[in-house]
């Protein structure tokens, strides 16, 4: 199946404040006049897609699954980038602000941590001793920064090294 173009979304859908809307469809693209009315009645002029579990919104389009976000982008632009960033890290706020083109590397160091650590600080971890250890991950490689007897100095050490390496994909 081919990719989408910018046409053939702007054909389906119109923007508005970081949410898609279906377009009204005419006669000509369904088998009867019943399914022409119904299509119309049910979805024409309404918010497209629901979240997922992870709150991002998906759309299908010809029984295939569209992440609302690239559409958005897509709409707007007329090409995807490898990834998209939502800047807020908020997977539903869709505005065109708040996105911006990013590798999957730049995509991943803006995210949140995916599950709690003994310290819910990412790239800082309380050892058994008792002292903070400290690293990030920068292009395939892994950046010791030490060991801190407390929090807030690994913590502050970590945002530098993010700030320096990350840059404005940089997030704690």
Same mark, same amino acid.
């Given at each position: 199946?081919?990719?989408?173009?910018?046409?053939?979304?702007?054909?389906?859908?119109?923007?508005?404040?970081?949410?898609?809307?279906?377009?009204?469809?005419?006669?000509?693209?369904?088998?009867?006049?019943?399914?022409?009315?119904?299509?119309?009645?049910?979805?024409?002029?309404?918010?497209?897609?629901?979240?997922?579990?992870?709150?991002?919104?998906?759309?299908?389009?010809?029984?295939?699954?569209?992440?609302?976000?690239?559409?958005?982008?897509?709409?707007?632009?007329?090409?995807?980038?490898?990834?998209?960033?939502?800047?807020?890290?908020?997977?539903?706020?869709? @505005?065109?602000?708040?996105? =911006?083109? *990013?590798?999957?590397?730049?995509?991943?160091?803006?995210? !949140?941590?995916? #599950? %709690?650590?003994?310290?819910?600080?990412?790239?800082?971890?309380?050892?058994?001793?008792?002292?903070?250890?400290?690293?990030?991950?920068?292009?395939?490689? @892994?950046?010791?920064?030490? =060991?801190? *007897?407390?929090?807030?100095?690994?913590?502050?050490?970590? !945002?530098?090294? #993010? %700030?320096?390496?990350?840059?404005?994909?940089?997030?704690?």
């Amino acid at each position: 199946m081919k990719d989408l173009t910018q046409e053939e979304v702007k054909e389906l859908f119109w923007y508005r404040r970081g949410h898609l809307y279906w377009r009204p469809r005419s006669e000509d693209q369904f088998r009867t006049y019943l399914a022409y009315t119904m299509w119309n009645k049910r979805y024409a002029n309404q918010k497209a897609g629901c979240a997922n579990v992870r709150g991002y919104v998906k759309i299908a389009i010809q029984k295939k699954s569209h992440l609302a976000h690239r559409l958005i982008w897509l709409y707007h632009h007329g090409w995807l980038p490898e990834a998209l960033d939502h800047i807020n890290n908020k997977p539903w706020d869709n @505005r065109l602000c708040n996105l =911006r083109p *990013a590798t999957r590397t730049e995509n991943r160091w803006n995210s !949140r941590t995916l #599950r %709690e650590t003994t310290t819910n600080v990412k790239g800082v971890y309380r050892r058994p001793n008792g002292m903070y250890e400290t690293h990030v991950m920068a292009y395939g490689k @892994r950046y010791y920064l030490g =060991r801190f *007897a407390r929090k807030s100095d690994a913590i502050k050490r970590v !945002r530098e090294a #993010r %700030e320096a390496l990350h840059k404005e994909f940089a997030r704690d």
